[in-house]
């Protein structure tokens, strides 16, 4: 069973878990579970998706449940007028905090994106980060005697394909557990030391403007278990307190 996050005539919300993909595509070919199929049936209504998560992303994923709801909500999306919240787990530590400003290719799937431009140039994008919290570990990997991590509150401004991942891979601080553009020995480590085998990018709250109602809806997503682990395993159950506000 999905958890169920928010529900009313017009929007339903879930928590979706990592590794799960939102509706088919050719990311996985063979896969034969989708969120809206899950939810449809769990619901017994129709889903229409509002925006996307990655496979491996778990956290707030909002549909609609008629085209009219979904075409009412679309306004928001496009225009990133929504403001969505992230947690993230990156190797090294970062600054106290910054802006990401770097343009991202877009990024196609064969199925869902089948009449996209291929040679549309590079998209505006931009990430806002605050750090908070780090840990180092005195295990030695590479080089280097110790590893250090950071955790990070992320809030992008745009919405393109992959932008955390993309964005934080351009800083080299790599998501952990990330599998196509993170590094492969931290993704190792957490799996060999902390039994994580998850990416570890959570879309922790999505917040819009009921286009209905006109209300502000916030919607929060608790962590799954293997995510609270890692942040009880390095001590970051404090200074996650508060961050997301609400």
Known sequence: MLELL??????VAINKP???LVHRSMIDRRETRFAMQLLRDQIGKRVYALHRLDKPTSGVLLFALSKEGAQAMAAQFESHATTK???AVVRGFTDEQGLI???LKEKLDKICDKNADPNKPAQNALTHYRRIATAALDIPLGRYEQVRYSLLHVTPQTGRKHQIRRHVKHLSHHLIGDTTYGRGEHNRLF???FG???MLLHAA???FVHPFSAQTIRIEAPLDEAYKEIIKRFGWEDALCGVFGG
């Open 6 to 11: 928010y529900q009313d005539e017009h929007f």
């Open 18 to 20: 990592f590794d799960l």
């Open 85 to 87: 919240h992230y947690l």
């Open 101 to 103: 400003d770097h343009p």
């Open 191 to 193: 799996r060999q030391h």
């Open 196 to 198: 994580c085998r998850r």
């Open 205 to 207: 709250v999505l917040e």
